[in-house]
């Protein structure tokens, strides 16, 4: 099967990327069921197709790509990766804490393209080095780990903030710049510390082949669906980052931040 590395980025995107080929070690730590090769382009369609399934079923988080070995580093790719939801924080943790304790480091991601926010976790050795969440939610600080990575040192510096992240005696100014910047931060962070989604291109060395997998409880997942083919469909816009200080805000059900989304086509 032909196939050139391409960038993967929809509206949501959620990813644990691992420092190794080792493709089927990956498959096997997280429990994942292959189903089929799969190219780059495809599985931008599958992910994109997902994310804009109906936000009230959770057939999302039923399955994921799972990358060929790109420059030295295995992604593993969709909603069942996301650091930061409340049906997955914890499990994603637990995996990701797993394949560090193989491989060394393991880090997991959100980023919401259309202003929806960022999340970034990273482990090493089988201990959470850093998790953090600039999504909107009330309860992002709630899943704050360890200290800012140099990366978020570096931006906090910029504003004139202390580097370990205590905004305690911040202007309320300063609060809203710094949420402003960790909105995007996710893509920055997970480029400086290894594979990034967003950056594959041709260049991109890959050694195999990309596989589209079935997550372990994938059939709990499918079973809350409507038994229909994955559709986008539209709604009003909610949430935008300007809220985000506003934590009395709109809540998103289930913590599936498709509800509320400047996403066009939710």
Known sequence: MKDWPEPISTCWNHWIAVPAGDQV?????????????????????????????????????????????VDGWTLVIGAWCDPCSRERHEDVLGECKELSVRYGRAQAYYYGAQGDGSAWLVAEKGHAVRRYAATGEPDDELLTLGDPLPVEQARLAELGLPADGDLRSASDEQIEEWTEVAFDLAPEIAAAYGVSPFTLTRGTKVRGTGVLALAPDAADHRSQGTGTAPTA???????????????????????DRRQTSNCPLI
């Open 25 to 69: 070690g990956v498959i096997d730590i997280l429990g994942l069921s292959p189903l089929r090769p799969i190219t780059f382009a495809e599985a931008r369609q599958v992910i994109d197709a997902d994310g804009h399934s109906d936000p009230n079923d959770r057939r999302h988080l039923a399955r994921v790509f799972v990358t060929p070995e």
């Open 233 to 255: 469909s539209r709604s009003s816009a909610g949430n935008s980052r300007s809220a985000w200080p506003m934590a009395s805000g709109t809540h998103r059900p289930a913590s």
